[in-house]
């Protein structure tokens, strides 16, 4: 059975990404607003109504804008964390209680076929999470809004057939970024802000060392970055360390303003289903 991916949106301004595995859909954020978020949905030919669960990472409004009337209107669970779900308290409206979902980091949960594992990630937010989505012998993840790239992301991550992995900004363009405050800029560059380009590209060497083969570059900053310098700085990283770009590592990029490619994983052995 395959996997389908898709960045509905990726960055500062919002964030919404969708999951399907055989009849299971979700979405992991709804940082754009619910209509935004559905109309994006429509356009890659998907129902809104048969989504099945909203996955939240934190509690930053580009990643909740759109929960709370998503989860109303379309009569789905939310799944977050203790932590986030306290630090969201008052912002995305009234939840039903039968729709809140309390996860703890680190666990295991099956939605439908869709299995899912959560894993800390260092980012200044109440308790934080990336994804890892697996069902049959196809997996991926998501993770963006880290300081740093642990080992503990590292061992959560390794292996999937697919990454959406942080490539947040290029330092020189922060450094001289008129518009952002030193305080920000001190945040964006600290082990609980933002992953760097460069910080990024390692972070690509090592997962395809472990077999991930499809990379997406998102959570680009509008300001400090551009969809051209976050590709050639990990396309370049990786070349340096022999990677064959295309053959071992397929790598894109995810949008901050419009929707994104969909992606199908297959399963690497037919077995295996």
């Known amino acids: ?26 979405l992991v954020d709804a940082g754009k607003s619910g209509k935004m978020i559905t109309d994006a949905l429509r356009f890659i030919g998907v129902d809104p109504a048969s989504i099945n669960a909203i996955l939240i990472t934190h509690e930053h409004s580009d ?4 929960a709370g009337i998503l989860a109303r209107k379309l009569k789905v669970p939310v799944y977050a964390t203790h932590g986030t779900w306290a ?9 039903p209680e ?11 949960l099956l939605i439908g076929k869709l299995g899912i594992t959560s894993f800390p990630i260092p980012h200044d937010a109440a308790e934080p999470v990336g994804y890892r989505f ?7 993840a998501t993770v963006t809004d880290l300081g740093y790239f642990t080992d503990m992301v590292m061992s959560a991550v390794r292996g999937t057939d697919l990454v959406l992995l942080e490539s947040n900004h290029d330092p020189d363009m922060l450094k001289a970024n008129d518009h ?10 600290g082990n609980h802000g933002h992953l760097s380009n460069e910080a990024c590209a390692e972070a690509a060497v090592r997962l395809a ?18 969809p051209r310098l976050a590709l050639t700085t990990t396309e370049t990283r ?36």
């Open 180 to 189: 952002y405050s030193q305080a920000l800029k001190r945040r964006i560059l």
């Open 98 to 108: 039968d729709f809140r979902r309390e996860i703890e980091s680190g666990s295991d």
């Open 87 to 95: 630090a969201m308290a008052g912002k995305i409206g009234p939840v």
């Open 134 to 140: 697996w069902g049959g012998s196809v997996s991926a």
């Open 63 to 66: 990643h909740i804008a759109g």
């Open 1 to 26: 059975m395959n996997m389908q991916l898709c960045p509905l949106y990726s960055g500062s301004s919002g964030n919404a990404l969708f999951v399907q595995y055989g009849e299971t859909r979700v």
């Open 238 to 273: 990786c070349e340096l360390e022999g990677i064959r770009l295309g053959e071992d590592l397929c790598i894109d990029i995810a949008y901050r303003d419009r929707v994104g490619g969909v992606y199908t994983l297959t399963p690497r052995d037919p077995w295996a289903e």
């Open 209 to 226: 060392d472990t077999g991930v083969r499809n990379l997406i570059l998102g959570h680009l900053s509008g300001e400090n970055n551009t």
